[in-house]
């Protein structure tokens, strides 16, 4: 089945600086599906983004299907944006996640 | 309310009994799906759902078995639960008519197996 690699797994952030979170995957999907789950657990979807560029306030993701990964820029982060960044992929009507990358932002 | 509700948030039960974690959701959508997380291993697929009619296996179903009673309802059976079956279970939706694929979870529900 197709492999979702997620870079790098755990990253530590003073609070106000910026990142980015890498998702590689090893076949042509059909979407592509960045979620942040929370120190309490619960999964937030971020984008639905299976090519391009999409940005939502201080976060933003960008595709390139052709060349197979995604990237998730977070800019000035904040204690809030702490947890654990899944990127998921589509292929063959089933969703697969990477492993995660653990994110904590220190005050 | 939430779109995407799941029932026990948190259920501990001894090895050999039968747990059933249910699922409803308000979101109207078709596809309904059923994960599981386990620390360091990221989300993996148990079951998944397309209609009412439709049941598919995914990439862990072993021990575990799925009903589907209605558009809005999911439920996951564990005929005779196993330690190794402790994890946190995600139910989630996705929307077939509009093929957008972006999914929605539940709160989760929290099984541990003595």
């Known amino acids: 089945g197709i492999q979702v690699e997620q870079s790098p797994p755990d990253l530590i952030l003073q609070e106000g600086a910026n990142s980015t979170l890498r998702c590689n995957f090893s076949?042509?999907?059909?979407?592509l599906q960045w979620f942040h789950q929370n120190p309490w657990g619960q999964l937030i979807n971020l984008f639905y983004?299976?090519?391009g560029t999409k940005q939502n306030g201080r976060l933003s993701a960008t595709t390139v299907a052709t060349e197979r990964y995604s990237l998730l820029y977070i800019s000035s982060s904040q204690t809030t944006d702490s947890g654990v960044y899944f990127c998921?992929?589509?292929?063959?009507?089933?969703?697969?996640f990477g492993k995660g990358i653990t994110l904590s932002v220190r005050p | 309310d939430a779109d995407v509700t799941q029932t026990p948030r948190n259920r501990i039960t001894k090895t050999g009994k039968r747990i059933m974690l249910e699922c409803s959701q308000t979101?109207?959508?078709?596809?309904m799906y059923w994960y599981r997380q386990d620390p360091g291993l990221g989300l993996r697929l148990i079951y998944y759902?397309?209609?009412?009619?439709?049941?598919n296996k995914g990439e862990i179903s072993d021990g575990y078995s799925v009903s589907r009673q209605a558009q809005a309802k999911f439920s996951l059976s564990l005929e005779s639960a196993i330690p190794n079956q402790t994890a946190l279970y995600f139910c989630?939706?996705?929307?077939?008519?509009?093929?957008?694929?972006?999914?929605?979870f539940g709160e989760g529900s929290r099984l541990t197996v003595l």
């Open positions: 759902s397309f209609d009412v009619k439709d049941i």
């Open positions: 979101k109207g959508h078709d596809r």
């Open positions: 989630a939706t996705s929307d077939l008519m509009l093929n957008t694929g972006e999914l929605f």
């Open positions: 983004i299976p090519s």
């Open positions: 076949d042509s999907v059909n979407n």
């Open positions: 998921a992929v589509e292929a063959n009507s089933k969703l697969t």
